[in-house]
């Protein structure tokens, strides 16, 4: 009995020691973990929409897209202000992709345009789906005012909101067109709202 006592023991100390330790270092880390994920979020909302010196939250994006299954990916929005004015917003986007959740970040003006796409987070497969954050892909949708939904194509692209599929990731292409598109219609709700003046 007591060579099974003993051992039992010893495994609870140790086990309770680490556990103590990476509970002291979580606590220690948290806040400067997430300051670093806040300075990265607001850089990619000033990537996608540089005009915007700063930028308040969009207290109404809740009502616009719950019970909307395909606005219900917007996870925030932020108003992009210079001096008095709006500039434009920018949308927080989470879809799904071929290796799980693609955290999007979009930029619109006070015209509609989009301004930037910034793809961050997501677990895509490298050579493929993860050339979804290369210049070829992300640079269609830039500079897009959409007449009607975006739509992706494979290398059959006539109109400016027909995006090329990325080759063998078709996926992942649909997921962040599917996330730009999301922003685009929040953005226009917002707009009928009065949300950029």
Known sequence: MHDVVKPTIVLFVICTIITLALAFTNLMTKDRIDEMIKTKQEDDRRRVLSL???????AELEEIVSGNEDLNIVKEAYRGIKGEETVGNVFLVESKGYG??????????VEGKITGVEIGDNSETPGLGAKAKDEPFISQFV??????????VKNNKTKSEEIDA?????ITSKAVTKA???????????????GNS
Not at 166 to 170: E, L, N, V
Not at 180 to 194: C, F, I, P, S, Y
């Open 143 to 152: 500079g897009i005012i959409p007449q009607e939904p975006l739509k992706v």
């Open 100 to 109: 799980g959740p693609i955290t999007i970040t979009v930029g619109i003006d």
């Open 180 to 194: 730009v598109q999301a922003a685009v219609d929040t953005n226009a709700e917002l707009m009928k709202r009065g």
């Open 166 to 170: 990325i080759s063998s990731a078709t």
């Open 52 to 58: 915007a010196e700063s930028f308040e939250e969009v």
